[in-house]
């Protein structure tokens, strides 16, 4: 708390100083150029309510990515990791590559790994949720405004969404004929092939075709002894598509959507014993394209998704009816070296440090079908009152399947195996309701209902522990089921044609959960985390200034959490369990700021403080076999360790982080030369729940830059530009696997790339 009472704030006093500071530069600028050609910054407008608006009237803490901001961040093959820090009190990671991103939003997020884990950020891309973590991977492109809103969403948005909601918008079919191809080349043989054409098929009919071809050869090498084997690791072969048609009459719209996904590449790479001890600092001989595994030839990861979509809008008058029906399916199979090692302790040789447990595990979905439906009624009436009615339905149907290996002395065959097999349904009314109380004042009220119902059964064979007892075959079940009201209520002011306050206050849930997958446990291995609940409370300003040629956005909140749903992830024994705390809260600010300083120049600023706290003195997790653990912490018959969490903050939840974003251009000729740079700073992080020397993530500053040149010609305009990622190449550890030895997962190294554009119209 001190530390918020003084460096906090002292901190944001400076930066309202710096924020001056540049508001007066701008200023000054402006009125020295006022002869030059500047039209001042363009109104962004989000769909964060269900309807269109300008984001500066939105009584909601909203970040947009769009342009060539989006563009520049996406570049290098990225997958959606690389919204990580890019926005305030956002942050992203994955243990499994490019596919299963886990989202925390004010330090609000959830570690576990199985592959029916709820997140309390949902993703919803072109209007439909997509809820299995596999889902949630699909890669980026043509995408037009990638919409970041914090703090719950359950109104209009659902059950898991206690954190916030992540919206991608897909460029859309029109009437006008446009399209793009690019294609860049950098690092390692990668290459980000994107293309997309649309335009009108008939007077009401269009279409619009995307496509994206991402590869990357692998580079990195395995140097364990009798496993040696050159470039095994590391690269991906990742294509996907999508296809519109959009049909438009004077009263009545529908698009369709379809969307698929082959990715065929390898598991993110484990470093066995990769810190130094009682440190966070990477060993001294660490080199990142380098590992020590027995079983690297083996990992592979191949996921496909494919889906569809139908939008119908009716316009009747005074209203408008929407429906929304959606597929989604995922299939996946990805098998790693977990420990990030070679042989144990019990199996010399074994290395590098001390390898307590060998591990090769795999995880597939063979199964997977998603179904939603939205029906929703919205006013358009020209008096102070509109609404929104509707409800909604989702179902879900998903088979997973957990292998354990043994690389010691079979050469990888299979010693364990649990299937899970889940369904869940899902149902929800809700409404919106606005009342304009002047011209200045206006109000918001929201309501859902929401009823939540799990079927859930397991089965486990072949246990890895059967020599100490275990019995070969355990199954079994359970049915958590759990409805909630949810509700907000909103205000906003129009202080001053430029500025708008706001306040909100809102509830919401997230269903219960459910984890069966540990083939190490006692019993069936199943646990279940009771619903969690969130009170959280927000106020804030929007403001566009000098003219239109800046903008800045403050927030302040404070949010409780009943209940809140936590992973127990590894620890000595290799268990992964699910929990519910007692209350967990939370408070921060986030500023989020635009300034177009000259016709030349353009900035972005934004930075966020997030604080979390766990209050529950009577919970303790499993904790790792061979860290400092710097908490206090007991140990079993067993031997293994358990940690008390009761003041820590939530894992993964940076308190501070930063980001700055600077373009130059100037006419060159007959087109536009540019420059680009784009920074972003993570605080240290917690890897788990417990607190350790080891697993104390480092902060994380990464950069990056793009300079190129765009010229016209025949209906078209060209781009050539070089760019680079992580130019400092800063390498530190950005995840960890604790169960074994301490093991890390590194951010990406240094990239270097070309790209050619061509835009058609």
Not at 51 to 65: D, F, H, K, Y
Not at 505 to 517: C, L, V, Y
């Amino acid at each position: 708390m001190n530390l918020f009472k003084n460096s906090t704030l002292a901190t944001a006093v400076k930066l309202a100083v710096l924020t001056s500071t540049v508001g007066f530069s701008a200023a000054t600028l402006a009125e020295e150029n006022a002869e030059e050609k500047v039209v001042g910054l363009e109104i962004i407008e989000v769909t964060a309510r269900k309807r269109v608006e300008n984001v500066q009237e939105v009584p909601v803490a909203i970040s947009a990515l769009q342009g060539e901001k989006l563009n520049v961040l996406s570049s290098a093959a990225m997958d959606i990791r690389f919204l990580n820090a890019r926005v305030p009190s956002l942050s992203v990671e994955s243990s499994f590559g490019r596919t299963f991103p886990r989202f925390y939003m004010r330090g609000l997020g959830n570690s576990d790994f199985d592959l029916n884990a709820s997140q309390p950020v949902s993703l919803v891309v072109d209007e439909v949720v997509q809820e299995n973590p596999i889902l949630k991977g699909f890669p980026v492109f043509d995408v037009g405004r990638v919409e970041v809103l914090r703090g719950p969403q359950g109104t209009l948005f659902g059950r898991n969404t206690p954190a916030g909601l992540i919206k991608f918008e897909s460029v859309k079919p029109s009437q006008d004929f446009d399209g793009f191809g690019s294609l860049s080349y950098g690092s390692n043989n990668t290459t980000d092939m994107r293309a997309a054409v649309g335009g009108g098929l008939t007077d009401k009919l269009s279409a619009r075709v995307s496509l994206l071809n991402q590869t990357r050869d692998d580079y990195i090498d395995n140097q364990a002894p009798g496993f040696e084997q050159k470039e095994v690791l590391g690269g991906y072969n990742d294509k996907a598509a999508r296809i519109q048609f959009l049909y438009e009459d004077d009263a009545f719209t529908a698009l369709f959507n379809y969307h698929m996904r082959d990715l065929d590449g390898k598991p993110v790479a484990f470093y066995a014993n990769a810190f130094k001890p009682a440190s966070n600092e990477l060993v001294s001989n660490f080199e990142r394209d380098t590992v020590y595994h027995d079983s690297a030839s083996r990992a592979t990861q191949q996921v496909e998704t494919e889906g569809g979509s139908l939008k119908l809008e009716f316009e009747l008058g005074e209203f408008t009816l929407t429906s929304i029906s959606g597929y989604e399916s995922a299939e996946l199979y990805s098998r790693a070296d977990v420990d990030g090692g070679y042989g144990a302790v019990y199996a010399e040789p074994s290395g590098p440090g001390i390898i307590a447990l060998d591990s090769e595990t795999a995880d597939a979905i063979p199964d997977h079908e998603q179904l939603t439906q939205e029906i929703r009624l919205s006013s358009n009436f020209d008096g102070q009152f509109n609404y929104q009615v509707g409800a909604f339905y989702f179902n879900e149907d998903l088979t997973i399947e957990s292998f354990a290996f043994d690389p010691l002395f079979s050469s990888g065959a299979q010693t364990g195996y649990v299937i899970q097999e889940q369904e869940t349904t899902a149902w929800a009314v809700f409404g919106s309701f606005d009342y304009d109380y002047n011209d200045k004042t206006s109000v918001t009220f929201g309501l859902r209902y929401s009823d939540d119902d799990k079927d859930y059964s397991n089965q486990r064979t072949k246990s890895p522990l059967a020599w100490l007892g275990f019995p070969d075959v355990v199954s079994g079940e359970v049915n958590p089921s759990d409805s909630h009201v949810s509700w907000d209520i909103s205000v906003t002011h129009k202080y001053t044609d430029d500025i708008n306050l706001y306040a909100r206050i809102a509830d919401t849930f997230r269903a219960p959960s459910i984890q069966g997958r540990s083939l190490f446990a006692f019993g069936n291995g199943i646990s279940v985390a009771d619903s969690e609940t969130i009170l959280s409370l927000e106020t804030g300003i929007k403001s566009d200034i000098l003219d239109g040629f800046g903008r800045i956005n403050a927030s302040v909140f404070y949010f409780t959490m009943d209940d809140q749903q936590l992973t127990s992830v590894g620890g000595g024994g290799n268990t992964a369990s699910l929990l519910n705390a007692e209350e967990t809260t939370g408070y921060g600010f986030e500023i989020d700021s635009e300034f177009m300083l000259t016709d030349n120049f353009w900035l972005t600023a934004s930075v966020s403080y997030n604080n979390t706290e766990i209050n529950d003195s009577d919970l303790a997790v499993a904790a790792c076999k061979l860290c400092t653990i710097t908490d206090n912490f007991y140990t079993d018959d067993l031997g293994n360790r358990f940690a008390e969490v009761d003041g820590n903050s939530l894992p993964h939840a940076p308190e501070w982080i930063f980001n700055f974003t600077l373009r130059y251009s100037r006419e060159v000729a007959d087109g536009e030369f540019y420059a680009y740079t784009d920074w972003s700073y993570r605080d240290d992080i917690s890897f788990f729940l417990y607190e350790s020397k080891e697993f104390n993530g480092k902060s994380l500053f990464e950069g990056g830059a793009r300079t190129g040149y765009t010229w016209d010609g025949d209906d078209k305009e060209y781009e050539v530009a070089l760019f680079v990622r992580n130019i400092t190449d800063e390498q530190i550890a950005i995840g960890a696997v604790d169960f074994s030895n301490n093991t890390a997962i590194v951010n990406e190294e240094r990239f270097f790339g070309a790209e050619f554009k061509v835009n058609f119209y």
